[in-house]
């Protein structure tokens, strides 16, 4: 009886952990379906569960998209921007944070409760000034006005100073004794053993900044300098609204995406359990 | 090697607390100093000064003559063994030892003949290619010694370096930093909480206790004529029963009432009538070792007392007796495993007199 009643219960758990699954890939596996199906199917099977079945699959819709943007202009524009933003964010955050966690130094308090009060100020809130200042500086239609002012971010500060909290002050200790200095326990003793944070960081701003929209919207005019978001969003406002080329073109937005996580999953996860974030 | 000297230090941290008091400490050349007391007594502090870790708040320290109070850890030439090891999770154990010669920029063949020598003097030559996690706790404690001599510094210090290690490996690494100390001959000052450890290493050790140093002596010393009731109640394991009692003379007598008997105070004890008759009528207390006793019927010297608990140790056995005339006072009694004991019986005790300790109402001991 027991026996039943056990397996009942886990057959429960997994019709409804399958349901849950299948509602949360559906999106998904229909952008990835609808970008090899012909137009006229994508559009008339929308409704019901065909729009889930292949069928005469072929890549015209690629094609397509190729032929209506300049697809790898915009590509190699986020992708710029948008590593570019990782890799400086990640130095001077991880800098700012250690600065913040280890150093001794008057106003580190009230700066880092400044830092913290940042977090709660949405890109929309400062959109407006940062624009006008960035104009005057005459940085619209550039890459720099793009990158810099993501640079530094509150909350990756925040992740890196938990995660240099949680270091053993032993090892600098350690390691000034044997002779280094700050930036070379930075370099060479506090990096190398923060690979979850670093990962952690680096898949959370790729992700944010990737799908950015506004603020390049606001600053950019050619094609030369936009990103992939802005792209895509031609293909809702130019006619012909043609929903296999906007399936086709997330899916190759989203690959990249993807790539990222893949590399630095297995840091991340650790990171995520130490910093007490939730994913 | 060099000797090493605290003079007049205090440390105070930022909130206000006062972690050392007016320290005046010298360890000589190739000495193996020890600094003993309980947590928060400012012991670490004074190794994490002396190191450069910390600044001082008052005061000099001098290394071999040197003032070094505003010089850089790396300019004192000092190594350090960490409690945790801290040995860098991300480098080999070869890398680890020749992190301390990078950072002095010798030639890379200087570094190879170090990092050789101390993996062979510690018996880590087979592990050099492994990381600090695949290794044993003992293995990593070698290794982080090894770090500290490949550099040949001028002082050792050590916090607590046995404390993360079970009981047995704690033994044999005690050994092996006793044994390399002799062999390197390097000044040394040993931090620790454990009086075992403390009493088989150092050549001196200095008690701690408050931010203050309470004694500085020869292990032997600190157990026979501690300078005050705190060193002898820290110092022995279990530490000196100390009571409070009240000197009185009844003709040629000397004695105290102590449980049921009146104790006589023999001329011949450690310290003599004419200096305890300044005490008389004052409130001051007693003190003796748990292993002063023996179980004898004596009309004039045994005190009785129920025995509440006895601890077992193999070769002998601790008596715990709980003292009506002071409160939550305990009277602790070594003696041999031979003899059976039930508790809650009330037993003979017959104190050696002459082994008596005494101390001022102060604390301090009354000696001749």
């Known amino acids: 009886m027991i026996y039943l009643y056990t397996k009942l219960r886990s057959l429960i758990s997994y019709i ?42 072929n890549l015209q819709n690629y094609r397509d998209v190729f032929a209506r943007v300049d697809f790898a202009r915009y590509l190699f524009n986020s992708l710029l921007i948008t590593s570019l933003i990782v890799l400086l964010g990640l130095l001077v955050n991880s800098m700012a944070a250690y600065a913040f966690a280890r150093l001794q130094w008057r106003g580190r308090r009230l700066l880092f409760a400044l830092v913290l009060a940042i977090l709660i100020l949405p890109l929309e809130a400062i959109a407006v000034p940062l624009f006008y200042q960035v104009s005057m500086w005459g940085w619209r239609d550039t890459y720099i006005v793009q990158i810099l ?20 002050r032993e090892l600098e200790d350690a390691a000034r004794i044997d002779g280094a200095g700050t930036s070379r326990i930075f370099f060479t003793i506090i990096i190398p053993n923060s690979k979850p944070a670093f990962a952690t960081v680096a898949i959370l701003t790729f992700l944010t900044q990737w799908g950015v929209f506004l603020w390049p919207l606001m600053v950019t005019s050619s094609e030369s300098v936009r990103p992939l978001p802005l792209a895509i969003s031609t293909f809702y406002t130019l006619p012909p609204l043609q929903w296999g080329d906007i399936f086709a073109f997330s899916v ?28 | ?24 400490l010298n360890i000589n050349d190739g000495e193996f100093m020890v600094l003993v007391g309980p947590s928060g007594c400012g012991k670490s502090t004074a190794l994490r000064l002396l190191a450069g870790l910390d600044s001082v708040s008052k005061g000099e320290l001098f290394i071999d003559d040197k003032a070094v109070k505003r010089l850089s850890p790396q300019q004192r030439n000092i190594a350090m063994i960490f409690q945790n090891y801290a040995l860098y999770p991300h480098m080999s154990v070869r890398e680890n030892l020749e992190f301390p010669l990078r950072m002095l920029k010798l030639p890379q063949e200087t570094i190879d003949q170090r990092t050789q020598w101390a993996a062979e003097l510690l018996h880590l030559t087979e592990s050099l290619e492994q990381r600090p996690k695949q290794l044993s706790g003992g293995q990593r404690q070698r290794v982080a010694m090894g770090r500290a001599i490949v550099r040949e510094p001028q002082v050792f210090l050590m916090d607590e370096p046995l404390s993360n290690l079970d009981a047995k490996l704690r033994v044999q690494i005690r050994s092996e930093i006793a044994a390399l100390q002799r062999r390197l001959n390097i000044t040394t000052l040993y931090v620790t909480h454990d009086q075992v450890e403390a009493m088989t290493l150092g050549h001196r050790v ?29 110092i022995g394991n279990p530490g000196m029963n100390i009571i409070p009692c009240e000197l009185r003379r009844e003709g040629e007598c000397l004695c105290f009432d102590f449980a049921d008997q009146a104790l006589n105070v023999p001329e011949n004890g450690r310290v003599a009538h004419d200096t305890l008759n300044r005490y008389i009528g004052q409130s001051i207390f007693f003190g003796f070792r748990p292993e002063s006793f023996s179980v004898v019927e004596d009309a004039h010297t045994s005190v009785h007392l129920e025995l509440d608990t006895i601890e077992v140790l193999g070769h002998e056995q601790l008596l715990y007796f709980t003292l009506a005339q002071v409160a939550d006072s305990e009277l602790v009694v070594r003696l041999p495993n031979s003899d059976q004991f039930t508790p809650g019986v ?14 001022n109402e102060d604390g301090i001991a009354i000696y001749d």
């Open chain 1, 16 to 57: 409804v952990l399958f349901s849950l699954a299948g509602l949360f890939i559906s999106p998904m596996l229909l952008m990835l379906i609808g970008s090899v199906k012909p137009e006229a199917r994508v559009l008339s099977e929308a409704g019901s569960l065909l729009a889930f079945v292949p069928g005469d699959w």
């Open chain 1, 149 to 168: 002012p993501f640079i530094a971010n509150a909350f990756s500060i925040f992740l890196f100073y938990t995660f240099f909290l949680s270091l053993p």
């Open chain 1, 252 to 279: 190759m937005m989203v690959l990249p995406v993807l790539l990222v996580f893949w590399f630095f999953q297995r840091w991340f996860i650790r990171g995520v359990a130490s910093t007490g974030i939730k994913g």
């Open chain 2, 1 to 24: 090697m060099a000797s090493v000297q605290f003079k007049n230090v205090s440390k105070q941290y930022d909130e206000g607390k006062l972690a050392l008091q007016d320290v005046d």
């Open chain 2, 206 to 234: 200095a008690v701690m206790n408050n931010g203050r140093v309470q004694q500085v002596d020869t292990p032997r010393t600190l157990y026979e004529r501690p300078m005050n009731a705190f060193v002898a109640q820290f």
């Open chain 2, 346 to 359: 009330t037993m003979p005790l017959r104190i050696n007199t002459r082994e008596l300790y005494f101390f």
